[in-house]
Each structure stands twice: as structure tokens, then as C-alpha cells.
């Protein structure tokens, strides 16, 4: 017999069927971003992701999501088990029969019930240290990137990933689940972590650091090329003695190292500069910088960056700095202590001067941390 292949298109029906009752039919509301495909006879699972005011329910159904609206109240802690009906008809409806309504598992079962069924580990099997079962397999010669990804799809839900092979990245890219969880994750270790890292930092490495009062255009330049993140082009062209990657691969400061190779990461994957700076400066507890440059069309650019900097005495002050064609320039500081904004709103003609090759569009003061996360994401 030849089997029926459904296209999801508009309209579903759902067929929720409570014991000794006649059957219901429930209308759907729609599915979300791309169509499913569906085979008659198949059963599947469906994870509930939210709950709507409406008493509607969204549930992610192979990789896609659908709103269901129903009377049957459900919650986040289940998933729903569904079958495909064949009904016969031509059109784009199609009937989903509920056949039970399961408690979810934890993140931690779903994994280890994929790495069983993909056969990686024993049925019995007692795992002590499963972020390192992980990382290796992630590393492994013997999987194909379509393994890895299903099992990095499930992993980064429940613990940090490290050392993620450059093997991965495109097929990273092509999940937005996995990037945006992951750009959390570098994101969140790096600025939690970096700060008490760097009370640590290597002999070696201190001698890139530049004095706040020498800073200039010129030695923030090469601090930006010796900052790790271009190593590996430094590399083929012979100079990286003064390259922070360089410099800790020297020192063995795995810690750290890794934090750079993070930093790599983060900036392929948002088309962007992540760093770290070495910039002594006795007043400043810790600093976060961001830049990005992007096309407005085919023959203007723009250019984002944003610094966060928690000083000793002033507390914590935030500036977005926005670059149109080159030449249109704005500037919005959010600043946490009174005083300091009055030091800056003091000094603003001074400011000026220095910008005199550029039009200074605006100066903008906000009393909360700029909402613009330069990376794109929400």
C-alpha cells in the first residue's frame, strides 16, 4: 500500500480523545516559520513551549512550532504524543489524534536516552563526568557533523560546551537553537569569569598592557592586533611573538586560553570584535567592549561599538557609539552615578573639538544601560 505524504500548509485538526467520549476536533491556529512534512501512521512527539493567554498552546513539532488552541488544559511539564490520521481528504487539513499526555524528562534523561539510541553509550552504562563524554565525542573523528549536532542540540540546554572543533561552526550557524544558546554561554563565562582570570594573568602577558594615560589611536590599534583574535592570520605571516594567544599558549594558562579561543568564536559567529584589551587603568574594576562594522547598501557602512565599564569610584557607566557612511556620528551614555554624568555633561565642548572630523549628530544622556545589543540578537 502506498503511503499518504501530508505538506502542512495552513489548517490542522487535532483530535483530542478523552476516555468513553465521542471524538473531539480542535482547531489549530497556525504553524510558525517553515511547513512540515507528515506521514500517515506516524506518531511523534510534540514538547508544550508555552502556555498563551488565550489558553492557546505553542509546541515545537520537529523543529517547527505550531499554536494549538484547546480546552484541554496543559502545562510546560508535558509533551504531547500524537499520531497522524489518514483521513482520505486531498485538502491541507489534517487530523493529529492526542494517545497520551506525558510528563517531561529532565534535560540531562533526554541526553543520555539520545547518546543510548544513537548507541554511544551502553544501556546501563553510569556516566560521572558527561560534559567531558561530550566534549569528546564532539571531537571525535568517528561521528558525522550530523551526530554531533544532535548531540550538541540536546548538551548546550544543560551545561556550558567547550572546545567546540572549528569542524562544527557552519553547521552551528545553520541552527539558530544552538548559536544563540551558544553566544549566551561565551557570553555569560567570559564576563563572569575573565575578571578574576586576569588578577592571574601571566608574567609575559603584562608587558602588553598599556598605561590609560598613554592610551592613543596608534597603541590601541596594536593592542586590538595583538589581542588573539587574529592569531591565526598573524600566524601565516610569520609575527605573533607579541600576540596574546601566542604569549599564553607559551605560558600554559589553559583558563585563559580558552577564554580567547572563545572570544574567536564569538566574533566569527556575530560578525563581530570580541576581545580582551589590555589596558592598565588603577581606577577601573572592569571593562566590556563590543564593535561591529556592517553594510547600509552596496556602498555605505556603519560602524557599532559599545563599552561597559564598572569604575572604582563612579560605579558602572555604558556608551553606544553609532558611525553612519563615515561621517554621522552619535554617542548615548548611560551613566549609574550623578556625578560622573555631571563631570561629562561639564567636558562635553571638549569633546566636540576632538570629533571635528566627523558630524556629531548627537550626545544623548539615558538614565538605564543602552537596550542595543550590537551582535543582533534580541
Excluded: C
Aim: proline share 3%; aromatic share 8%; glycine share 2%.
Amino acid at each position: 500500500m502506498k503511503k499518504e505524504y501530508h505538506k502542512l500548509k495552513i489548517l490542522i485538526m487535532i483530535n483530542f480523545k478523552p476516555v468513553m467520549q465521542n471524538i473531539e476536533f480542535v482547531n489549530i491556529v497556525k504553524p510558525l516559520g517553515s511547513s512540515i512534512s507528515l506521514k500517515s501512521g506516524e506518531t511523534l512527539k510534540a514538547d508544550i513551549i508555552d502556555i498563551l493567554p488565550s489558553g492557546a498552546v505553542v509546541v515545537r513539532l520537529k523543529d517547527s512550532f505550531l499554536t494549538l488552541k484547546t480546552e484541554i488544559p496543559l502545562s510546560k511539564d508535558y509533551q504531547l504524543l500524537l499520531k497522524v490520521l489518514d483521513t482520505g481528504n486531498t485538502d491541507n487539513k489534517i487530523k493529529l489524534q492526542i494517545l497520551d499526555i506525558i510528563p517531561k524528562k529532565s534535560g540531562i534523561e533526554n541526553l543520555i536516552d539520545l547518546l543510548k539510541n544513537l548507541k554511544l553509550i551502553d544501556e546501563k552504562e553510569n556516566i560521572s563526568n558527561l560534559p567531558k563524554l561530550i566534549e569528546n565525542l564532539l571531537n571525535s573523528n568517528d561521528l558525522s557533523n550530523q551526530i554531533k549536532i544532535l548531540i550538541l542540540e540536546e548538551a548546550i540546554k544543560n551545561f556550558e560546551i567547550k572546545n567546540i572543533p572549528s569542524s562544527l561552526i557552519q553547521d552551528i550557524l545553520l541552527s539558530e537553537n544552538i548559536k544563540n544558546e551558544l553566544l549566551k554561554q561565551i557570553e555569560s563565562s567570559i564576563k563572569e569569569s575573565f575578571k578574576q582570570k586576569i588578577e592571574n594573568i601571566p608574567e609575559n602577558v603584562k608587558n602588553l598592557f598599556i598605561d590609560i594615560k598613554k592610551l592613543d589611536e596608534n597603541n590601541i590599534k596594536v593592542a586590538i592586533q595583538n589581542s588573539g583574535i587574529f592569531f591565526e592570520k598573524k600566524l601565516s605571516e610569520g609575527e605573533v611573538s607579541q600576540d596574546l594567544k601566542y604569549m599564553l599558549y607559551l605560558s600554559e594558562n589553559n583558563e585563559l586560553l580558552q577564554d580567547i579561543k572563545n572570544m574567536q568564536l564569538y566574533s566569527y559567529m556575530t560578525n563581530s570584535i570580541f576581545l580582551f584589551l589590555p589596558i592598565a587603568w588603577n581606577y577601573l574594576n572592569y571593562a566590556f567592549f563590543q564593535m561591529k562594522k556592517q553594510k547600509i547598501d552596496l556602498e555605505k557602512e556603519s560602524y557599532l561599538a559599545r563599552l561597559d565599564l564598572d569604575l572604582k569610584d563612579y560605579g558602572k557607566l555604558s556608551v553606544l557609539i553609532a558611525l553612519f557612511d563615515k561621517k554621522d556620528l552619535y554617542i548615548t551614555f548611560a551613566i549609574q552615578n550623578k556625578n560622573l554624568e555631571d563631570k561629562i555633561r561639564n567636558n562635553i565642548l571638549e569633546l566636540k573639538k576632538s570629533l571635528e572630523d566627523v558630524n556629531l549628530i548627537s550626545i544623548t544622556f539615558i538614565n538605564k544601560e543602552p537596550v542595543i545589543n550590537i551582535d543582533g540578537r534580541a
